[in-house]
């Protein structure tokens, strides 16, 4: 059972390769030794020593670290091995598949799919998956690779479909999450576990983008109008707040506005022609009196 997703080290077995070539020599140098002798005597041995060589790769395996072999005896499991050395009985043991439990990761992706407000969208994702049950990855499907693929994309579609636009741009780790429990639960039963799903793009039409684009902006259009109108209704209370106390309190209102006058001509240097009734109408020698005897009251 080879899917191109298990490979056998039958041609990495170093310690067997090893142990065949030292047998070969003992079978060479026992035969060379022993060639004047008779017949069973000169060539028994290196024969016998010559069967276990060629024997030693088929029956002492290696798998690595982050391997699974699984063994059958006569087509029925026999036991799961590695990693490390181990033994079979050539012929009657054989490998099924020698499953990697490292993490992989598979790129999937759903084209042209419509979300539940009927918007076509393009989303590529990355799913990291891992075998943790290599007797069940070996036995229970054919090609657990394709199968864990044909899943993910499976379940994009099915996630892409129950949900808004707005909810695939906005909350990324939500669809994530909900991705890897989906995946998970359907890939349970072959041994497989999805350790994680990353979603990296999520395309939607030219137009589509336009108008969102527009919309995003009379929103902030909106609301910068919203404040502005805020800011001036603010204003407009305060100064209907200074006109009450102005009213109130004339002389306050005349001290406003000979202050205005200062502070026009402060910084320029300018001179400005007041009109005779206005120089009236402020009172300035009774705004000076009121000052003055406010400042000896002190």
């Not at 909350?171 to 990296?200: H, N, P, Y």
């Amino acid at each position: 059972m080879n899917n191109g997703e298990w490979t056998s080290p039958y041609g990495q077995n170093t310690p067997a390769t090893v142990l065949a070539v030292l047998l070969l020599l003992a079978a060479a140098g026992t035969a060379a030794a022993a060639h004047h002798e008779p017949w069973p005597l000169a060539y028994g041995l290196p024969v016998l020593l010559a069967l276990c060589a060629a024997l030693v790769p088929l029956s002492l395996l290696m798998a690595k670290q982050w391997e699974k072999a699984v063994v059958l005896r006569f087509g029925r499991l026999r036991a799961i091995r590695g990693p490390g050395l181990f033994l079979i009985v050539p012929i009657i043991d054989t490998v099924a598949a020698w499953v990697d439990q490292r993490i992989h990761t598979t790129q999937f992706n759903a084209e042209q799919a419509l979300t539940r407000d009927t918007v076509p969208t393009n989303i590529d994702a990355i799913l990291f998956w891992q075998v943790h049950d290599a007797e069940r990855a070996a036995l229970e499907i054919t090609d657990y690779r394709q199968a864990v693929l044909r899943v993910a994309q499976t379940s994009l579609r099915e996630m892409i479909g129950a949900s808004p636009l707005s909810a695939l741009l906005a909350e990324r780790k939500a669809a994530d999450l909900q991705l890897k429990e989906e995946i998970g639960r359907k890939t349970a039963e072959w041994g497989v576990s999805a350790v994680s799903v990353e979603i990296r793009d999520v395309a939607i039409p030219t137009q589509l983008q336009d108008a969102m684009s527009r919309q995003a902006q009379a929103e902030r259009e909106k609301a910068a109008r919203v404040i502005l109108g805020s800011a001036e209704e603010e204003i407009a209370q305060k100064f209907l707040r200074a006109a009450e106390t102005y009213g109130h309190n004339p002389v306050a209102l005349q001290l406003r506005a000979m202050n205005i006058i200062y502070e026009t001509t402060k910084d320029r240097g300018t001179t400005i022609l007041v009109p005779s009734a206005m120089v009236d109408s402020l009172n300035v020698p009774g705004i000076m009196g009121l000052v003055g005897s406010a400042a000896a009251a002190k």
